[in-house]
C-alpha cells in the first residue's frame, strides 16, 4: 500500500473518531425532554454523525485496499457533509443567538418572553398544529411533577436550579404576585392584569400554564441552552474534520501522482 494511502487510511480512523462526539451530542439533545416533544430537533444531528462514520469507514476500506474510485466518492462525500454540519451550525447559531430571558428580584431562576427570541424559532411554536402537540407531550411529561419532589419551601424553589422549561410552564410569571403553595399550585393573584398569561394560569395539574406564551418561551430557552452546549462541540469536531479532509485531498493527489509514476517507470522502462 502507497504511503499516501497509509496516512489517507490514518486520517478516515480520525474521521471516524469525530463522528462519535457528532452521534453522541445528537442522543444526549435527542434524550432531552423537550426535545422528545419538539420533534423536528430531535435527530439531524445523529444523523448527520452517522453519515459522517460510514463515509470515513469507506473512506478507510477505499485506502487500505487502494480503491481509487471509492476513495473518490468518500473525498466528495465528505465534503458535502462538513457544508451540512456548517450550514447546521451557522442555521443553529443564527436561531439561538437572541436570548428572551430575564432576571426576576429575588428568584435564582430566570423568566422568558417569548418576543425575544428568533422569528423562526417563535414562529415554530406559535404555529396552533406544532404547539397543541407539543403541550400535550409536556402535560404528560415529568417536567412540572418533578418540581414538587425536589422543592419543598419557597425559599428553596426561589433559590433553585429550575430550568427554563420549568420557569415558564409549571408556575405562573412573578410579576402576577401569586402566593407560593408549592412548586406547580399558586393562589391568589394580586396583580392579575400585569400579565396576559396571569389569567392563564390553572392549579389543574394538567393544564398548569402550558398554554401561556411564558412556557412557549421557556421551552425556547431550553432549547437555546442545549444547542449552545451541543454547537461547542460540533464546532471543535468539524474544524477537526476540515483539517482531516483537506490533509485527505493532498494524500489523494500524491497517491494518484505516485500510481501515474509507477505506470510510467514500469511501461517505458
Same mark, same amino acid.
Given at each position: 500500500?502507497?504511503?499516501?494511502?497509509?496516512?489517507?487510511?490514518?486520517?478516515?480512523?480520525?474521521?471516524? %473518531?469525530?463522528?462519535?462526539?457528532?452521534?453522541?451530542?445528537?442522543?444526549?439533545?435527542?434524550?432531552?425532554?423537550? @426535545? /422528545?416533544?419538539?420533534?423536528?430537533?430531535? !435527530?439531524?444531528? =445523529?444523523?448527520?454523525?452517522?453519515? #459522517?462514520? %460510514?463515509?470515513?469507514?469507506?473512506?478507510?476500506?477505499?485506502?487500505? !485496499?487502494?480503491?481509487?474510485?471509492?476513495?473518490?466518492?468518500?473525498?466528495?462525500?465528505?465534503?458535502?457533509?462538513?457544508?451540512? *454540519?456548517?450550514? %447546521?451550525?451557522?442555521?443553529?447559531? #443564527?436561531?439561538?443567538?437572541?436570548?428572551?430571558?430575564?432576571?426576576?428580584?429575588?428568584?435564582?431562576?430566570?423568566?422568558?418572553? *417569548?418576543?425575544?427570541?428568533?422569528?423562526?424559532?417563535?414562529?415554530?411554536?406559535?404555529?396552533?398544529?406544532?404547539?397543541?402537540?407539543?403541550?400535550?407531550?409536556?402535560? *404528560?411529561?415529568?417536567?412540572?411533577?418533578?418540581?414538587?419532589?425536589?422543592?419543598? &419551601?419557597?425559599?428553596?424553589?426561589?433559590?433553585?436550579?429550575?430550568?427554563?422549561?420549568?420557569?415558564?410552564?409549571?408556575?405562573?410569571? &412573578?410579576?402576577?404576585?401569586? &402566593?407560593?403553595?408549592?412548586?406547580?399550585? !399558586? =393562589?391568589?393573584?394580586? @396583580?392579575?392584569?400585569?400579565? +396576559?398569561?396571569? @389569567?392563564?394560569?390553572?392549579?389543574? $395539574?394538567?393544564? *398548569?400554564?402550558?398554554?401561556?406564551?411564558?412556557?412557549?418561551?421557556?421551552? %425556547?430557552?431550553?432549547?437555546?441552552?442545549?444547542?449552545?452546549? +451541543?454547537?461547542?462541540?460540533?464546532?471543535?469536531?468539524?474544524?477537526?474534520?476540515?483539517?482531516?479532509?483537506?490533509?485527505?485531498?493532498?494524500?489523494?493527489? @500524491?497517491? $494518484?501522482? /505516485?500510481?501515474?509514476?509507477?505506470?510510467?517507470?514500469?511501461?517505458?522502462?
Amino acid at each position: 500500500m502507497a504511503v499516501s494511502n497509509n496516512i489517507t487510511a490514518v486520517l478516515n480512523f480520525f474521521a471516524f %473518531l469525530c463522528s462519535l462526539p457528532i452521534i453522541g451530542a445528537g442522543i444526549w439533545l435527542a434524550s432531552k425532554q423537550d @426535545n /422528545e416533544c419538539v420533534h423536528v430537533f430531535r !435527530w439531524p444531528v =445523529v444523523l448527520l454523525g452517522v453519515l #459522517v462514520l %460510514l463515509v470515513s469507514l469507506a473512506g478507510f476500506v477505499g485506502a487500505y !485496499w487502494n480503491r481509487q474510485g471509492l476513495l473518490a466518492v468518500y473525498l466528495f462525500s465528505m465534503a458535502v457533509l462538513i457544508v451540512l *454540519l456548517l450550514a %447546521l451550525l451557522i442555521f443553529a447559531f #443564527v436561531v439561538t443567538r437572541q436570548d428572551g430571558s430575564y432576571a426576576v428580584p429575588g428568584r435564582n431562576y430566570k423568566e422568558y418572553r *417569548l418576543d425575544g427570541y428568533s422569528d423562526w424559532l417563535r414562529n415554530y411554536v406559535q404555529n396552533s398544529g406544532h404547539w397543541e402537540q407539543i403541550r400535550s407531550c409536556l402535560a *404528560l411529561s415529568d417536567v412540572c411533577p418533578r418540581l414538587a419532589r425536589e422543592f419543598f &419551601t419557597p425559599d428553596q424553589f426561589f433559590l433553585g436550579d429550575v430550568l427554563p422549561l420549568q420557569s415558564g410552564c409549571c408556575k405562573p410569571p &412573578t410579576v402576577c404576585g401569586y &402566593t407560593y403553595v408549592n412548586p406547580t399550585v !399558586w =393562589v391568589n393573584p394580586v @396583580n392579575s392584569m400585569a400579565d +396576559a398569561d396571569c @389569567n392563564i394560569w390553572s392549579n389543574d $395539574q394538567s393544564a *398548569l400554564c402550558y398554554s401561556c406564551s411564558s412556557c412557549k418561551a421557556g421551552l %425556547l430557552g431550553n432549547l437555546r441552552k442545549e444547542w449552545r452546549k +451541543a454547537n461547542t462541540i460540533l464546532i471543535i469536531t468539524v474544524v477537526v474534520l476540515i483539517w482531516v479532509y483537506l490533509i485527505a485531498c493532498s494524500a489523494f493527489k @500524491n497517491a $494518484q501522482t /505516485e500510481s501515474l509514476f509507477r505506470r510510467y517507470k514500469f511501461g517505458y522502462a
